[in-house]
Protein backbone atom coordinates (compact mmCIF):
# COMPACT_ATOMS: atom_id res chain seq x y z
CA UNK A 1 0.00 0.00 0.00
CA UNK A 2 1.45 3.41 -1.12
CA UNK A 3 1.70 6.09 1.95
CA UNK A 4 -1.10 8.33 -0.15
CA UNK A 5 -3.47 5.63 0.16
CA UNK A 6 -2.49 4.91 3.41
CA UNK A 7 -2.78 8.33 4.69
CA UNK A 8 -6.22 8.15 3.27
CA UNK A 9 -7.12 4.60 5.38
CA UNK A 10 -5.89 6.45 8.59
CA UNK A 11 -7.90 9.79 8.10
CA UNK A 12 -11.14 7.44 7.54
CA UNK A 13 -10.19 5.05 10.41
CA UNK A 14 -9.87 8.30 12.75
CA UNK A 15 -12.94 10.10 10.93
CA UNK A 16 -14.72 6.20 11.89
CA UNK A 17 -13.54 5.67 15.17
CA UNK A 18 -14.69 9.64 15.98
CA UNK A 19 -17.71 8.90 14.48
CA UNK A 20 -18.21 5.53 16.70
CA UNK A 21 -17.69 7.48 20.01
CA UNK A 22 -19.81 10.11 19.14
CA UNK A 23 -22.93 7.48 18.40
CA UNK A 24 -21.81 6.06 21.77
CA UNK A 25 -21.27 8.75 23.84
CA UNK A 26 -24.86 10.21 22.45
CA UNK A 27 -26.76 6.83 23.00
CA UNK A 28 -25.28 5.56 26.22
CA UNK A 29 -23.35 7.80 28.13
CA UNK A 30 -25.30 10.34 30.72
CA UNK A 31 -24.62 13.70 31.02
CA UNK A 32 -21.57 14.77 32.52
CA UNK A 33 -21.51 16.28 36.31
CA UNK A 34 -20.45 19.90 36.16
CA UNK A 35 -17.15 19.96 36.81
CA UNK A 36 -16.20 16.76 35.98
CA UNK A 37 -13.93 17.84 33.30
CA UNK A 38 -15.40 14.85 30.88
CA UNK A 39 -16.51 16.06 27.30
CA UNK A 40 -19.48 18.40 26.84
CA UNK A 41 -20.88 16.98 24.15
CA UNK A 42 -20.58 14.70 21.02
CA UNK A 43 -18.65 17.38 19.03
CA UNK A 44 -16.20 17.12 21.64
CA UNK A 45 -16.01 13.58 21.98
CA UNK A 46 -15.36 13.43 18.01
CA UNK A 47 -12.50 15.73 18.35
CA UNK A 48 -11.07 14.04 21.00
CA UNK A 49 -10.99 10.84 18.76
CA UNK A 50 -9.59 12.10 16.22
CA UNK A 51 -6.50 14.67 18.18
CA UNK A 52 -5.74 11.45 20.37
CA UNK A 53 -6.27 8.68 17.38
CA UNK A 54 -2.73 7.42 16.55
CA UNK A 55 -3.00 4.65 14.12
CA UNK A 56 -1.62 0.97 14.04
CA UNK A 57 2.03 1.66 12.88
CA UNK A 58 2.03 5.12 13.02
CA UNK A 59 4.20 6.83 15.43
CA UNK A 60 3.47 9.55 17.88
CA UNK A 61 4.64 13.25 17.31
CA UNK A 62 6.02 13.02 21.13
CA UNK A 63 7.82 11.30 24.07
CA UNK A 64 6.73 12.20 27.47
CA UNK A 65 9.43 11.23 30.21
CA UNK A 66 7.06 11.55 33.61
CA UNK A 67 9.13 10.30 36.79
CA UNK A 68 7.71 7.54 38.74
CA UNK A 69 8.39 9.02 42.13
CA UNK A 70 8.85 6.48 44.96
CA UNK A 71 8.73 3.32 42.21
CA UNK A 72 12.30 4.86 41.06
CA UNK A 73 11.57 4.60 37.35
CA UNK A 74 11.11 6.61 34.68
CA UNK A 75 7.67 6.36 32.69
CA UNK A 76 8.18 6.90 29.08
CA UNK A 77 4.45 7.39 26.89
CA UNK A 78 3.65 8.59 23.53
CA UNK A 79 1.75 11.75 23.02
CA UNK A 80 -0.87 12.35 21.59
CA UNK A 81 -1.99 8.70 21.94
CA UNK A 82 -0.71 8.47 25.86
CA UNK A 83 0.46 4.77 25.30
CA UNK A 84 2.84 3.56 28.06
CA UNK A 85 5.84 2.88 25.33
CA UNK A 86 8.40 1.77 28.36
CA UNK A 87 9.98 1.78 31.83
CA UNK A 88 13.26 2.81 32.58
CA UNK A 89 14.48 1.70 35.54
CA UNK A 90 16.78 4.12 37.62
CA UNK A 91 16.99 4.16 41.22
CA UNK A 92 15.26 0.62 41.96
CA UNK A 93 15.82 -3.28 40.46
CA UNK A 94 13.63 -4.22 37.74
CA UNK A 95 13.56 -7.74 36.58
CA UNK A 96 11.38 -6.38 33.33
CA UNK A 97 14.73 -5.59 31.84
CA UNK A 98 17.50 -7.48 34.05
CA UNK A 99 17.93 -4.01 35.68
CA UNK A 100 19.77 -4.59 38.98
CA UNK A 101 21.03 -8.05 38.68
CA UNK A 102 24.21 -7.91 36.64
CA UNK A 103 27.57 -6.98 37.81
CA UNK A 104 27.15 -3.30 36.80
CA UNK A 105 23.88 -2.29 37.27
CA UNK A 106 24.04 -3.79 40.86
CA UNK A 107 27.09 -1.59 41.13
CA UNK A 108 25.87 1.30 40.35
CA UNK A 109 22.73 0.60 42.46
CA UNK A 110 25.30 -0.10 45.49
CA UNK A 111 24.05 -2.07 48.15
CA UNK A 112 22.94 0.69 50.63
CA UNK A 113 19.55 1.81 49.16
CA UNK A 114 17.07 -0.30 46.48
CA UNK A 115 14.63 2.68 46.11
CA UNK A 116 14.36 6.13 45.34
CA UNK A 117 11.85 8.75 45.48
CA UNK A 118 12.57 10.15 42.27
CA UNK A 119 10.72 13.38 41.12
CA UNK A 120 11.91 15.75 38.59
CA UNK A 121 12.96 14.46 35.15
CA UNK A 122 15.08 16.67 33.23
CA UNK A 123 16.29 16.47 29.64
CA UNK A 124 19.65 17.64 28.54
CA UNK A 125 19.31 21.74 26.89
CA UNK A 126 21.72 23.31 24.21
CA UNK A 127 20.73 26.97 24.10
CA UNK A 128 17.66 26.13 26.39
CA UNK A 129 16.55 23.76 23.70
CA UNK A 130 16.14 19.81 24.24
CA UNK A 131 18.56 18.42 22.56
CA UNK A 132 18.03 14.58 22.48
CA UNK A 133 21.08 13.34 24.10
CA UNK A 134 20.15 13.01 28.35
CA UNK A 135 17.74 12.36 30.58
CA UNK A 136 18.57 13.46 34.62
CA UNK A 137 16.28 12.50 37.57
CA UNK A 138 16.91 13.41 41.10
CA UNK A 139 15.79 11.31 44.21
CA UNK A 140 15.12 11.90 47.59
CA UNK A 141 18.72 10.15 49.44
CA UNK A 142 20.94 12.56 47.33
CA UNK A 143 21.25 11.08 44.05
CA UNK A 144 21.10 12.33 40.75
CA UNK A 145 21.19 9.61 37.66
CA UNK A 146 21.80 10.21 33.88
CA UNK A 147 20.02 8.49 31.58
CA UNK A 148 21.65 7.84 28.00
CA UNK A 149 18.53 8.65 25.40
CA UNK A 150 20.57 6.52 22.88
CA UNK A 151 19.58 3.53 24.44
CA UNK A 152 16.85 4.66 27.50
CA UNK A 153 19.46 3.08 29.87
CA UNK A 154 20.79 4.50 33.29
CA UNK A 155 24.44 4.81 33.19
CA UNK A 156 25.33 7.02 36.32
CA UNK A 157 24.00 7.37 39.54
CA UNK A 158 25.80 10.08 41.65
CA UNK A 159 25.51 10.41 45.29
CA UNK A 160 24.05 10.69 47.66
CA UNK A 161 25.50 14.36 47.63
CA UNK A 162 27.52 15.60 51.34
CA UNK A 163 25.38 17.78 52.80
CA UNK A 164 22.05 17.57 51.20
CA UNK A 165 19.20 16.29 52.98
CA UNK A 166 15.95 15.31 50.78
CA UNK A 167 17.10 16.27 47.18
CA UNK A 168 13.89 17.73 46.54
CA UNK A 169 14.92 20.65 44.70
CA UNK A 170 16.65 18.88 41.18
CA UNK A 171 17.72 17.95 38.49
CA UNK A 172 16.97 21.64 37.18
CA UNK A 173 19.31 22.01 34.32
CA UNK A 174 21.33 25.21 32.93
CA UNK A 175 20.45 26.18 29.06
CA UNK A 176 24.02 24.56 28.18
CA UNK A 177 24.05 21.57 30.91
CA UNK A 178 26.84 22.78 32.44
CA UNK A 179 25.00 21.97 35.38
CA UNK A 180 22.53 20.52 37.28
CA UNK A 181 21.46 22.27 40.41
CA UNK A 182 20.36 20.66 43.26
CA UNK A 183 18.49 22.15 46.75
CA UNK A 184 17.96 20.77 50.50
CA UNK A 185 13.76 20.12 50.93
CA UNK A 186 15.27 19.19 54.66
CA UNK A 187 17.41 22.07 56.85
CA UNK A 188 19.77 19.93 59.13
CA UNK A 189 23.26 20.64 60.70
CA UNK A 190 26.13 20.61 58.36
CA UNK A 191 28.27 18.63 57.84
CA UNK A 192 25.54 15.56 57.65
CA UNK A 193 26.19 13.88 60.83
CA UNK A 194 26.47 16.41 62.78
CA UNK A 195 24.13 16.93 65.69
CA UNK A 196 22.02 20.08 66.87
CA UNK A 197 18.90 19.98 69.32
CA UNK A 198 15.84 20.60 67.21
CA UNK A 199 15.36 23.91 69.62
CA UNK A 200 18.41 25.19 67.81
CA UNK A 201 16.71 25.24 64.52
CA UNK A 202 16.53 28.69 63.43
CA UNK A 203 20.04 29.22 63.88
CA UNK A 204 22.17 25.89 64.14
CA UNK A 205 20.14 24.08 61.02
CA UNK A 206 21.30 24.69 57.64
CA UNK A 207 20.18 24.73 53.70
CA UNK A 208 22.24 23.69 51.08
CA UNK A 209 22.02 24.15 46.95
CA UNK A 210 24.28 22.89 45.05
CA UNK A 211 25.60 22.18 41.42
CA UNK A 212 27.20 18.91 39.73
CA UNK A 213 28.92 19.96 36.99
CA UNK A 214 28.00 17.97 34.00
CA UNK A 215 30.73 16.59 30.85
CA UNK A 216 30.00 18.10 28.09
CA UNK A 217 31.44 15.17 25.86
CA UNK A 218 30.31 11.94 28.29
CA UNK A 219 27.48 13.70 30.34
CA UNK A 220 29.15 12.52 33.72
CA UNK A 221 28.23 14.23 36.91
CA UNK A 222 30.77 15.63 39.46
CA UNK A 223 29.85 17.81 42.25
CA UNK A 224 31.40 21.62 41.78
CA UNK A 225 30.45 23.88 44.92
CA UNK A 226 27.40 23.99 47.36
CA UNK A 227 26.12 27.23 48.32
CA UNK A 228 25.05 27.85 52.31
CA UNK A 229 21.40 28.74 53.03
CA UNK A 230 19.34 29.83 55.80
CA UNK A 231 17.43 26.79 57.23
CA UNK A 232 14.52 27.20 55.12
CA UNK A 233 12.75 24.25 53.06
CA UNK A 234 13.95 24.42 49.31
CA UNK A 235 11.50 22.87 46.90
CA UNK A 236 11.30 23.47 43.59
CA UNK A 237 13.49 25.81 40.71
CA UNK A 238 14.07 26.39 37.13
CA UNK A 239 16.81 27.85 34.93
CA UNK A 240 16.88 31.35 34.00
CA UNK A 241 17.18 32.01 30.64
CA UNK A 242 17.96 33.97 27.23
CA UNK A 243 17.69 37.62 29.67
CA UNK A 244 18.14 35.47 33.03
CA UNK A 245 20.45 33.08 31.66
CA UNK A 246 23.44 33.01 34.56
CA UNK A 247 20.80 32.84 37.25
CA UNK A 248 18.72 29.60 38.71
CA UNK A 249 15.53 30.24 40.97
CA UNK A 250 13.98 27.97 43.73
CA UNK A 251 10.97 28.54 45.79
CA UNK A 252 11.29 27.80 49.44
CA UNK A 253 8.57 27.58 52.38
CA UNK A 254 8.56 27.99 56.18
CA UNK A 255 10.39 31.22 56.64
CA UNK A 256 9.42 31.40 59.92
CA UNK A 257 11.76 28.86 60.94
CA UNK A 258 9.54 26.42 62.63
CA UNK A 259 8.93 22.88 63.61
CA UNK A 260 6.77 20.39 64.89
CA UNK A 261 3.47 20.38 62.87
CA UNK A 262 4.22 22.71 59.63
CA UNK A 263 0.75 22.47 58.69
CA UNK A 264 0.49 25.32 60.96
CA UNK A 265 3.43 26.55 62.40
CA UNK A 266 5.25 27.16 58.76
CA UNK A 267 2.28 29.08 57.10
CA UNK A 268 2.05 32.51 59.52
CA UNK A 269 3.65 34.83 57.28
CA UNK A 270 2.05 36.14 54.29
CA UNK A 271 5.12 36.11 52.35
CA UNK A 272 7.71 32.84 51.46
CA UNK A 273 11.06 33.44 49.37
CA UNK A 274 11.69 32.89 45.76
CA UNK A 275 15.91 32.12 46.07
CA UNK A 276 17.64 33.83 42.96
CA UNK A 277 20.72 32.53 43.09
CA UNK A 278 23.75 33.48 40.79
CA UNK A 279 25.03 30.28 39.97
CA UNK A 280 28.02 31.71 37.61
CA UNK A 281 29.11 33.81 40.05
CA UNK A 282 29.24 31.19 42.09
CA UNK A 283 31.42 29.14 39.90
CA UNK A 284 33.57 31.68 39.38
CA UNK A 285 33.63 32.31 43.66
CA UNK A 286 34.29 28.15 44.09
CA UNK A 287 36.98 28.59 41.31
CA UNK A 288 38.96 31.51 43.27
CA UNK A 289 38.75 29.30 46.39
CA UNK A 290 36.12 30.79 48.47
CA UNK A 291 34.17 29.46 50.72
CA UNK A 292 35.40 26.81 53.48
CA UNK A 293 35.28 22.95 53.28
CA UNK A 294 32.11 21.21 54.81
CA UNK A 295 31.59 17.50 54.23
CA UNK A 296 34.53 17.05 52.15
CA UNK A 297 33.24 20.02 49.89
CA UNK A 298 33.81 23.20 49.17
CA UNK A 299 30.50 25.21 50.58
CA UNK A 300 29.87 29.29 49.72
CA UNK A 301 28.66 31.39 52.39
CA UNK A 302 26.62 34.16 50.37
CA UNK A 303 26.71 36.36 53.32
CA UNK A 304 30.64 36.23 53.03
CA UNK A 305 30.76 36.56 48.99
CA UNK A 306 27.79 39.10 48.19
CA UNK A 307 25.80 39.14 44.51
CA UNK A 308 25.65 35.17 44.88
CA UNK A 309 21.91 35.01 46.48
CA UNK A 310 19.11 36.99 46.81
CA UNK A 311 15.95 36.39 48.44
CA UNK A 312 12.49 37.51 46.61
CA UNK A 313 8.92 37.76 48.73
CA UNK A 314 6.41 34.93 46.88
CA UNK A 315 2.74 34.43 47.99
CA UNK A 316 2.69 31.97 51.09
CA UNK A 317 3.98 28.64 50.86
CA UNK A 318 5.11 28.67 46.82
CA UNK A 319 5.50 25.40 45.35
CA UNK A 320 6.87 26.22 41.45
CA UNK A 321 8.49 28.30 39.70
CA UNK A 322 9.01 28.90 36.38
CA UNK A 323 10.43 31.36 33.71
CA UNK A 324 9.40 32.15 31.02
CA UNK A 325 10.40 31.20 27.12
CA UNK A 326 12.43 34.52 27.03
CA UNK A 327 13.61 34.82 30.20
CA UNK A 328 12.04 37.89 31.17
CA UNK A 329 9.55 36.46 33.57
CA UNK A 330 9.99 34.52 36.89
CA UNK A 331 6.31 33.26 37.74
CA UNK A 332 5.90 32.25 40.97
CA UNK A 333 2.63 30.26 42.75
CA UNK A 334 2.18 30.77 46.55
CA UNK A 335 -0.25 26.97 47.48
CA UNK A 336 -1.89 29.46 50.15
CA UNK A 337 -2.74 32.15 47.69
CA UNK A 338 -5.57 32.85 44.72
CA UNK A 339 -2.83 34.64 42.10
CA UNK A 340 0.17 33.73 40.60
CA UNK A 341 2.95 36.79 40.70
CA UNK A 342 5.02 37.80 37.32
CA UNK A 343 8.60 39.01 38.32
CA UNK A 344 10.28 41.19 35.94
CA UNK A 345 13.90 40.07 36.06
CA UNK A 346 15.35 43.45 34.74
CA UNK A 347 13.79 44.86 37.65
CA UNK A 348 14.99 42.49 40.21
CA UNK A 349 18.55 43.32 38.30
CA UNK A 350 17.48 47.08 39.20
CA UNK A 351 16.50 46.35 43.03
CA UNK A 352 19.89 44.33 43.33
CA UNK A 353 21.59 47.56 41.76
CA UNK A 354 20.17 49.98 44.07
CA UNK A 355 20.21 47.99 47.01
CA UNK A 356 15.97 48.10 47.27
CA UNK A 357 15.96 45.62 50.07
CA UNK A 358 13.47 45.06 52.83
CA UNK A 359 15.15 43.36 54.99
CA UNK A 360 18.03 40.25 54.79
CA UNK A 361 17.95 35.95 55.99
CA UNK A 362 21.11 35.37 57.29
CA UNK A 363 23.33 38.09 55.72
CA UNK A 364 21.39 37.79 51.85
CA UNK A 365 19.12 40.54 51.03
CA UNK A 366 15.43 40.47 50.85
CA UNK A 367 14.07 42.38 47.29
CA UNK A 368 11.36 44.45 48.11
CA UNK A 369 8.24 42.85 46.73
CA UNK A 370 6.96 45.86 45.13
CA UNK A 371 9.59 46.89 43.33
CA UNK A 372 10.18 43.80 41.56
CA UNK A 373 6.41 42.37 40.54
CA UNK A 374 4.99 43.46 37.21
CA UNK A 375 1.44 41.33 38.38
CA UNK A 376 -0.22 39.33 40.67
CA UNK A 377 -2.42 36.91 37.98
CA UNK A 378 -5.74 36.08 39.80
CA UNK A 379 -5.50 32.38 38.27
CA UNK A 380 -7.72 30.45 41.20
CA UNK A 381 -7.02 28.41 44.15
CA UNK A 382 -4.36 26.59 44.84
CA UNK A 383 -1.67 27.82 42.14
CA UNK A 384 0.98 24.98 42.15
CA UNK A 385 3.12 25.36 38.30
CA UNK A 386 3.32 27.37 35.10
CA UNK A 387 4.15 25.82 31.53
CA UNK A 388 4.33 27.89 28.66
CA UNK A 389 3.33 28.10 24.81
CA UNK A 390 4.46 30.36 22.09
CA UNK A 391 2.88 33.50 21.83
CA UNK A 392 3.04 34.67 25.66
CA UNK A 393 0.72 31.75 26.51
CA UNK A 394 1.33 30.11 30.37
CA UNK A 395 -0.99 27.70 31.58
CA UNK A 396 -1.29 27.09 35.54
CA UNK A 397 -1.91 24.22 38.20
CA UNK A 398 -4.50 25.22 40.60
CA UNK A 399 -4.40 21.97 43.08
CA UNK A 400 -7.25 23.13 45.05
CA UNK A 401 -9.71 24.12 42.38
CA UNK A 402 -8.32 20.96 40.49
CA UNK A 403 -8.42 23.09 36.78
CA UNK A 404 -5.65 24.50 34.58
CA UNK A 405 -5.94 28.16 33.64
CA UNK A 406 -4.63 29.88 30.68
CA UNK A 407 -3.21 33.43 30.85
CA UNK A 408 -1.09 35.80 28.44
CA UNK A 409 2.59 37.21 29.68
CA UNK A 410 1.54 41.03 29.63
CA UNK A 411 -2.21 40.65 29.81
CA UNK A 412 -2.15 39.28 32.91
CA UNK A 413 -5.84 37.65 33.22
CA UNK A 414 -7.00 34.29 32.77
CA UNK A 415 -8.32 33.61 29.67
CA UNK A 416 -10.01 29.96 30.12
CA UNK A 417 -10.07 27.02 32.47
CA UNK A 418 -10.59 23.82 32.40
CA UNK A 419 -11.36 21.28 34.85
CA UNK A 420 -9.10 17.96 35.80
CA UNK A 421 -9.70 14.98 37.73
CA UNK A 422 -8.24 15.81 40.36
CA UNK A 423 -6.02 17.69 42.69
CA UNK A 424 -3.65 18.52 39.68
CA UNK A 425 0.10 19.31 40.83
CA UNK A 426 2.53 19.45 38.41
CA UNK A 427 1.69 20.28 34.42
CA UNK A 428 3.84 19.54 31.39
CA UNK A 429 3.32 21.01 28.26
CA UNK A 430 4.77 20.17 24.73
CA UNK A 431 8.41 21.88 25.25
CA UNK A 432 7.18 24.02 27.56
CA UNK A 433 10.32 24.15 29.65
CA UNK A 434 12.33 25.53 26.89
CA UNK A 435 13.03 28.48 24.91
CA UNK A 436 10.55 27.39 22.11
CA UNK A 437 7.68 25.67 23.47
CA UNK A 438 5.44 24.01 20.91
CA UNK A 439 1.85 24.33 21.91
CA UNK A 440 0.10 21.73 20.43
CA UNK A 441 -0.63 19.68 23.75
CA UNK A 442 -0.19 19.81 28.18
CA UNK A 443 -0.61 16.99 30.49
CA UNK A 444 -2.55 17.26 33.59
CA UNK A 445 -0.15 15.08 36.41
CA UNK A 446 -3.17 14.73 38.92
CA UNK A 447 -2.17 13.66 42.35
CA UNK A 448 -5.90 11.57 42.34
CA UNK A 449 -8.08 9.99 40.28
CA UNK A 450 -11.10 9.13 41.83
CA UNK A 451 -12.98 6.49 40.43
CA UNK A 452 -12.45 7.56 36.46
CA UNK A 453 -11.52 3.75 35.86
CA UNK A 454 -11.98 0.20 36.93
CA UNK A 455 -11.91 -0.58 40.61
CA UNK A 456 -8.40 -2.31 41.09
CA UNK A 457 -8.94 -2.21 45.18
CA UNK A 458 -7.46 0.49 47.89
CA UNK A 459 -4.22 1.38 45.73
CA UNK A 460 -5.52 3.31 43.30
CA UNK A 461 -3.43 4.79 39.95
CA UNK A 462 -2.36 8.61 39.14
CA UNK A 463 -4.25 10.24 36.62
CA UNK A 464 -2.99 11.81 34.19
CA UNK A 465 -4.91 13.74 31.23
CA UNK A 466 -4.41 14.98 28.02
CA UNK A 467 -5.46 18.68 26.92
CA UNK A 468 -5.64 19.95 23.83
CA UNK A 469 -4.05 23.80 23.65
CA UNK A 470 -3.79 24.27 20.11
CA UNK A 471 -6.14 27.08 20.26
CA UNK A 472 -7.70 29.07 22.81
CA UNK A 473 -10.24 27.41 24.00
CA UNK A 474 -8.20 24.36 25.80
CA UNK A 475 -10.22 20.66 25.84
CA UNK A 476 -9.55 17.59 28.21
CA UNK A 477 -9.14 14.48 25.70
CA UNK A 478 -7.93 12.03 27.28
CA UNK A 479 -7.42 9.85 30.77
CA UNK A 480 -4.45 7.78 31.41
CA UNK A 481 -3.35 5.94 34.41
CA UNK A 482 0.23 5.22 35.88
CA UNK A 483 1.41 3.60 38.54
CA UNK A 484 2.19 5.62 41.83
CA UNK A 485 3.48 7.95 42.01
CA UNK A 486 4.88 10.71 39.13
CA UNK A 487 5.16 14.09 40.14
CA UNK A 488 7.24 15.78 36.68
CA UNK A 489 7.07 15.23 33.12
CA UNK A 490 8.52 16.36 30.11
CA UNK A 491 7.95 16.12 26.84
CA UNK A 492 10.09 16.07 23.69
CA UNK A 493 9.52 16.51 20.15
CA UNK A 494 9.58 12.24 18.47
CA UNK A 495 12.42 14.14 15.98
CA UNK A 496 14.55 15.20 18.72
CA UNK A 497 15.73 11.67 20.00
CA UNK A 498 17.58 8.95 17.83
CA UNK A 499 18.02 5.92 19.82
CA UNK A 500 19.32 2.45 18.65
CA UNK A 501 17.54 -0.32 18.69
CA UNK A 502 21.09 -2.70 17.98
CA UNK A 503 24.03 -2.59 19.62
CA UNK A 504 26.60 -2.61 16.78
CA UNK A 505 28.71 -5.54 17.16
CA UNK A 506 31.75 -3.13 16.55
CA UNK A 507 31.10 -1.12 19.62
CA UNK A 508 30.85 -4.12 21.92
CA UNK A 509 34.40 -3.61 23.88
CA UNK A 510 33.39 -6.05 27.00
CA UNK A 511 36.58 -7.68 27.43
CA UNK A 512 34.82 -11.04 28.19
CA UNK A 513 32.33 -10.68 24.86
CA UNK A 514 32.77 -13.37 21.96
CA UNK A 515 30.51 -13.76 18.72
CA UNK A 516 31.83 -16.90 17.75
CA UNK A 517 30.70 -20.34 19.24
CA UNK A 518 34.25 -21.66 19.22
CA UNK A 519 35.16 -19.35 21.63
CA UNK A 520 32.39 -19.79 24.61
CA UNK A 521 32.97 -21.97 27.31
CA UNK A 522 34.66 -22.22 31.15
CA UNK A 523 38.31 -20.91 32.55
CA UNK A 524 39.80 -21.64 35.73
CA UNK A 525 42.35 -19.02 37.98
CA UNK A 526 42.33 -20.67 41.10
CA UNK A 527 38.64 -20.59 42.38
CA UNK A 528 37.60 -18.19 39.85
CA UNK A 529 35.78 -19.42 37.41
CA UNK A 530 34.97 -17.67 33.85
CA UNK A 531 32.23 -19.00 31.73
CA UNK A 532 31.71 -17.37 28.46
CA UNK A 533 28.52 -17.83 26.79
CA UNK A 534 26.70 -16.84 23.43
CA UNK A 535 22.90 -16.19 23.40
CA UNK A 536 21.52 -16.71 19.71
CA UNK A 537 18.31 -18.24 18.35
CA UNK A 538 17.66 -21.17 19.79
CA UNK A 539 21.03 -22.09 22.02
CA UNK A 540 22.59 -20.64 24.58
CA UNK A 541 26.23 -22.16 24.04
CA UNK A 542 27.60 -23.90 26.43
CA UNK A 543 24.57 -25.71 27.79
CA UNK A 544 26.04 -27.43 30.34
CA UNK A 545 28.70 -25.27 32.50
CA UNK A 546 30.62 -27.19 35.42
CA UNK A 547 32.19 -25.54 38.70
CA UNK A 548 33.41 -26.93 42.42
CA UNK A 549 31.32 -25.75 45.33
CA UNK A 550 32.68 -22.67 46.63
CA UNK A 551 33.89 -20.72 43.54
CA UNK A 552 33.61 -17.54 42.51
CA UNK A 553 31.65 -17.75 39.40
CA UNK A 554 31.26 -15.28 36.54
CA UNK A 555 29.48 -15.97 33.82
CA UNK A 556 29.26 -12.89 30.86
CA UNK A 557 26.37 -13.69 28.06
CA UNK A 558 26.84 -12.42 24.96
CA UNK A 559 23.50 -12.27 22.52
CA UNK A 560 25.15 -12.08 18.99
CA UNK A 561 22.03 -11.20 17.47
CA UNK A 562 22.16 -7.97 15.27
CA UNK A 563 18.04 -8.13 14.71
CA UNK A 564 15.48 -5.46 15.88
CA UNK A 565 13.78 -6.85 19.07
CA UNK A 566 15.81 -10.32 19.27
CA UNK A 567 16.34 -9.86 23.54
CA UNK A 568 17.61 -13.02 25.27
CA UNK A 569 17.35 -13.88 28.95
CA UNK A 570 19.76 -15.47 31.40
CA UNK A 571 18.01 -16.21 34.13
CA UNK A 572 19.81 -18.74 36.55
CA UNK A 573 17.18 -20.59 38.77
CA UNK A 574 17.29 -20.57 42.88
CA UNK A 575 20.51 -18.23 42.99
CA UNK A 576 18.47 -14.53 42.38
CA UNK A 577 19.87 -14.30 38.92
CA UNK A 578 18.15 -13.00 35.89
CA UNK A 579 20.05 -10.92 32.86
CA UNK A 580 17.76 -9.29 29.99
CA UNK A 581 20.79 -9.48 26.82
CA UNK A 582 20.27 -6.86 24.10
CA UNK A 583 21.39 -6.87 20.35
CA UNK A 584 24.68 -7.07 20.42
CA UNK A 585 25.11 -6.57 24.02
CA UNK A 586 26.89 -8.50 26.67
CA UNK A 587 25.89 -8.58 30.69
CA UNK A 588 27.90 -10.39 33.11
CA UNK A 589 27.12 -11.68 36.89
CA UNK A 590 29.66 -12.79 39.58
CA UNK A 591 27.96 -15.62 42.36
CA UNK A 592 29.45 -17.87 44.67
CA UNK A 593 28.55 -21.45 43.44
CA UNK A 594 26.67 -23.65 45.68
CA UNK A 595 26.37 -27.34 45.18
CA UNK A 596 23.95 -29.01 43.27
CA UNK A 597 22.58 -28.55 39.52
CA UNK A 598 20.64 -25.77 38.58
CA UNK A 599 18.70 -24.79 35.50
CA UNK A 600 19.27 -22.18 33.37
CA UNK A 601 17.42 -20.30 30.41
CA UNK A 602 16.39 -17.80 28.31
CA UNK A 603 13.46 -15.71 30.08
CA UNK A 604 12.71 -13.53 26.53
CA UNK A 605 10.49 -14.77 23.78
CA UNK A 606 13.01 -15.35 21.03
CA UNK A 607 11.78 -18.17 18.54
CA UNK A 608 9.62 -21.26 18.18
CA UNK A 609 12.52 -22.98 20.01
CA UNK A 610 12.21 -20.85 22.68
CA UNK A 611 11.70 -23.06 25.03
CA UNK A 612 14.68 -25.28 24.22
CA UNK A 613 17.20 -22.34 24.84
CA UNK A 614 18.34 -23.93 28.19
CA UNK A 615 20.99 -25.41 30.19
CA UNK A 616 22.77 -26.32 33.40
CA UNK A 617 24.80 -24.96 35.79
CA UNK A 618 26.62 -28.28 37.68
CA UNK A 619 28.65 -27.67 40.99
CA UNK A 620 30.25 -30.89 42.42
CA UNK A 621 31.25 -30.93 45.62
CA UNK A 622 34.38 -29.80 47.11
Avoid at 226 to 245: E, F, N, R, T
Amino acid sequence: MDKHRLARVSTWLAISAGAFLVLAYSACSPSAPPGSGRAGGSSDAAIAAQRTYVAPGDLDEYYMFSSGGHSGNIYVYGLPSMRHLSTIPVFTPYPATGYGFDDESKAMLGDKLTWGDAHHPALSETGGDYDGRWLFINEMNGRVARIDLRDFKTKQIYGPVPNISGNHGSSFLTPNTEYIMMASRFSIPIPKGSYAPIDKYATEYKGVIAALKVDPQSGNMDLAFQILMPPLDYDIGDSGKVASDGWMFYTSYNSERATGPLEVTASQRDRDYIAAVNWRAAAEAAARGEGDMIGGVRVIDPAKVPGLVYLMPCGKSPHGVDVSPDGKYIIGSGKLQGVTTAFNFEKVQTAIRNKDFEGDEDGIPVLTYESIKDAEVEVGLGPLHTQFGPDGMAYTSLFVDSAIASWRIGEWKVIDKVPVSYAVGHLAAAEGDTVSPDGNFLVSLNKLSHGRHLSVGPSQPESSQLIDIGEEKMKLLYDAFTEPEPHYAQIVKADKIHPIEVYPKEENTHPLAVWDLKDTGVTRVGNRVTAKVIAVRSTLTPTAIEVTEGDIVTIAVTNIEQTTDELHGFALLDYNINLVVDPGETKQVTFVAKMGVYPYYCTNFCSALHQEMQGYLIVKPR
